[in-house]
């Protein structure tokens, strides 16, 4: 999983649209001026071949991606279709997030598809 907390890190993106999407997304987090510490509101991810959703110890040793610990039938607040890629949004606390770009072509998990492709339409 590479994890990007600043806006140089973006770079070592591979997939072009992906890439653009989160330097866009800091370009909209950078506009709330000093409010904004990528540290304390929030962060991104990208899913990798071969991550598994249920390491607990990948964010920040809270809880798996596919557990919420708010509803445990849900697991993501937001999930978004990008076209080749989904964006979910995980509150990790009041004032921490992480928004994980998961690239559609990957093998993953039965149960990881089925929630991100639900989710997505609602």
């Known amino acids: 999983m590479l994890l990007i907390r600043q806006s140089e890190a973006a770079a070592q993106i591979l997939d072009t649209d992906m890439r653009q999407w989160v330097e866009n997304q800091f370009r909209v987090l950078q506009g709330y001026g000093t409010q904004w510490q990528p540290d304390e509101l929030g962060w991104f991810a990208v ?35 990008h076209g080749h890629f989904y964006t979910a949004v995980i509150l990790l606390s009041d004032l921490l997030s992480v928004e ?10 039965s149960e990881m598809n089925t929630q991100l492709t639900q989710w997505s339409s609602h």
């Open 47 to 81: 899913w990798g071949e071969g991550d598994d959703p249920y390491d607990k110890g990948l964010f920040l040793g809270v809880r798996s991606f596919l557990h919420s610990p708010y509803d445990p039938a849900a697991s993501f607040e937001i999930v978004e279709d």
């Open 100 to 109: 994980v770009l998961i690239p559609k072509g990957l093998n993953l998990q």
